[in-house]
């Protein structure tokens, strides 16, 4: 990082004083300041304060406080003294929640005014210095909300309506001497008024003071198990616990859903005599929770991680009693609450076995993910991504055919991907993918079109990613610690000799003239044999009608959950198989569209909804057929390879082989 000053950042990731300081001592010695921190045209979000919170509820048990307005915020659930909390809210004389629901904190309440959603509401952001945004609501009301802030401005005597509100904001201030007027920003939706210039400010902490500090704050945990909480990637901290997508989103690598549990590294398991769903008791400040164990490999011995956002109480039907509340075990450290502390593990009675996605072993061994070092890249940029059509011949049981139209790929670059799941729920809204529940997880039977695959490796030696058992084997002499991951999206790959085609009895799925892998849905009546001859595992079978399961109350079984399906995609009943379309609708919709306007359909008119979700550009859709597009560029790229391309499947799908940024031969 030093021979990269002015263009590296060290990140803290905590809230403790001291860590904060080392870390802006690190930046300041990397010339960060000024260059990629900047500290001039800061975010204005997020500006929490413990040190507040904590004087207010000193102020409340006083009885120095009269009213009391929750909004954004359920604290009885997601601070570490929830009793704290609820002692102080019965000193003060009225409270009120702007939540949607009466959750945890609102429950507690002399009254609920449930607020609108952003989707039905007027407002404005400033992000960030310079840069102003408008909320505009794109639905009406679906019950009888109204806006936080409308209700302050009427309770406040002010009889003005929120969009005349904002609109003379607007008008009088921020667009005073602009060119544009109220109207013509509506279309923008912002307006930039232009960034300071970014300055290095001089650092005063005392970096040898903090550093020993944060010394002396870690032996104090020697010993015993470092307990580290942290916000899963889909629930974050709790706030949409009742959302049954995000519930059975697998977390990016222990594939875990419906549930938080206790991460250890497989050797601490081992001490501990756990064997396959085995549970623990943890005890940390005073608090202790049972819960289910996930053998970690990758994570650092003594050291014991729980995610918070789950074991909500008055969430909603879906969410409810799910996982177990973790926030208790967070504490005070230098004023700031901090999700870190010293704990005791022990082995509880019984066994639980967790909904996990990912326990087939049906691609053990095979050449499914490949990965390469940067120096290997550097001396040859087609390392491991070697094409088996170069060294062997093939042979075809298909006729060859033309398609003179459009023939519709993919690509999707390893090394971009993170994992993060957020294509995944963008198939499941996008195409009525319905969630299962825990129990059907655990049956085999989740119903993702899309799923991440996650597989280990092992930094600086070779190996077959697909051969986990293996894998642990020899990084049982690294500690189990010296390990990292790969992620890969796999769907349909629409194969141009696809083996599922052959052996359904009744032509429910089928080959398109345009490169596709079609389902009749109406034709299928569940013999699974194309399931069975998929080599990439990506069909699902319904057994049952999930769309419509009363189990979810916030999912598709009302007039009002209803809304949430897309009414060009068709729901299917039971007894079916389904799998990835490549979003035929939004193809149809596109050429559609570019025959209304006479034109012929350009690169970049139609995007899946798994790319349009992805932030960060892994997946490229489009026409191979023209040699300009987007996917036609990046599948001549020299890391461009076919999954199990030795069987002659032909998939429509390119990888990128995964990149390590290591000169490690």
């Known amino acids: 990082m030093v021979n990269s000053k002015g263009a590296a950042v060290v990140v803290a990731g905590s809230n403790d004083v001291n860590v904060q300081i080392l870390v802006n001592a690190i930046n300041v010695a990397l010339g960060a300041y000024g260059t990629i921190i900047d500290l001039d045209n800061y975010s204005k979000q997020y500006q929490g304060s413990d040190s507040s919170f904590q004087a207010f509820l000193a102020a409340a048990k006083g009885g120095q406080v009269g009213v009391a307005f929750f909004l954004n915020s359920n604290p009885v659930y997601d601070y570490f003294k929830a009793d704290d909390v609820k002692a102080a809210l019965k000193q003060i004389p009225f409270t009120l929640s702007f939540a949607q629901r009466a959750d945890e904190t609102a429950s507690e309440l002399t009254a609920i005014a449930p607020a609108s959603t952003f989707l039905e509401s007027w407002g404005d952001a400033n992000p960030k210095e310079g ?86 704050s870690s032996k104090a945990i020697t010993g015993e198990f470092e307990l580290k909480l942290y916000e899963p990637s889909a629930l974050r901290d709790g706030r949409y616990a009742n959302n049954a997508y995000l519930q059975e989103l697998p977390d990016p690598v222990s594939k875990v859903t419906w549930d938080n549990y206790a991460a250890l590294n497989p050797k601490d398991a081992e001490k501990l005599g756990l064997g396959e769903d085995g549970k623990v008791t943890v005890k940390a400040n005073g608090v202790e929770l049972e819960l289910p164990v996930v053998q970690q490999p990758g994570q650092a011995q003594g050291t014991v991680s729980v995610a918070v956002g789950y074991g909500r109480t008055k969430v909603g039907k879906a969410g409810n009693e799910v996982g177990k509340n973790a926030f208790p075990f967070a504490s005070i450290i230098n004023g700031t609450v901090q999700g870190v502390a010293k704990a005791t593990v022990a082995k509880a009675s019984g066994t639980y076995q967790l909904a996990q996605t990912q326990t087939h072993h049906t691609i053990e061994g095979r050449n499914v993910i490949r990965e390469t070092t940067f120096a290997k890249y550097l001396k040859d940029p087609n390392s491991e991504a070697g094409r088996f059509t170069d060294n062997h011949k093939t042979y075809d049981l298909w006729n060859k055919y033309e398609q003179p139209g459009h023939k519709w790929v993919m690509a999707i670059d390893l090394n971009a991907c993170t994992g993060c799941g957020a294509c995944i729920v963008a198939c499941n809204v996008e195409n009525n993918i319905p969630v299962v529940g825990r129990d059907e997880v655990r049956r085999r039977r989740e119903m993702h079109w899309l799923r991440i695959d996650r597989y280990y490796t092992i930094e600086g030696k070779d190996q077959d990613l697909t051969k986990e058992k ?153 026409d191979a057929n023209d040699p300009e597009s987007e996917v036609s560029k990046a599948l001549r790229n020299e890391r461009v390879y076919y999954v199990l391309e030795e069987i002659n499947v032909q998939p429509g799908i390119g990888y990128m082989t995964k990149v390590r940024n290591t000169f490690e031969a």
């Open 470 to 622: 293996e894998i642990a084997k020899a990084s049982a002499e690294l500690d189990f610690e010296d390990i990292t991951v790969v992620h890969q999206p796999m769907l349909c790959q629409h194969c141009g000799h696809a083996p599922c085609e052959t052996v359904c009895p009744v032509l429910a799925t089928v080959h398109s003239s345009e490169g596709l892998n079609h389902m009749a849905y109406n034709r299928c009546f569940g013999t699974r044999y194309c399931a069975n001859n998929c080599p990439f595992k990506v069909r699902r079978f319904n057994w049952f009608a999930y769309w419509n399961d009363s189990r979810f109350d916030n999912y598709l079984n009302n007039e009002f959950t209803q809304l949430v399906l897309n009414p060009d995609v068709v729901t299917r009943s039971r007894g079916v198989m389904e799998k990835c379309s490549m979003c035929i609708q939004r193809i149809q919709g596109g050429k559609l569209k570019a025959k209304i306007e006479n034109r012929k359909v350009k690169d970049g008119d139609i995007q899946m909804a798994c790319q349009q979700a992805c932030s960060a550009n892994a997946i490229i859709f489009g």
């Open 131 to 216: 840069l102003y945004s408008i909320v505009q609501p794109t639905i009406n009301p679906v019950f009888q909300t109204r806006q936080a802030e409308q209700s302050l401005l009427t309770w406040a005597g002010n009889t003005t309506d929120m969009y005349n509100f904002v609109k003379n904001l607007w008008s009088t201030q921020i667009l005073a001497g602009s060119t544009k007027n109220w109207d013509a920003v509506l279309q923008t939706g912002f307006e930039y008024k232009g960034a300071k210039a970014a300055t290095a400010p001089a650092f005063t902490g005392n970096a040898a003071a903090a550093a020993a500090a944060i010394e002396t």
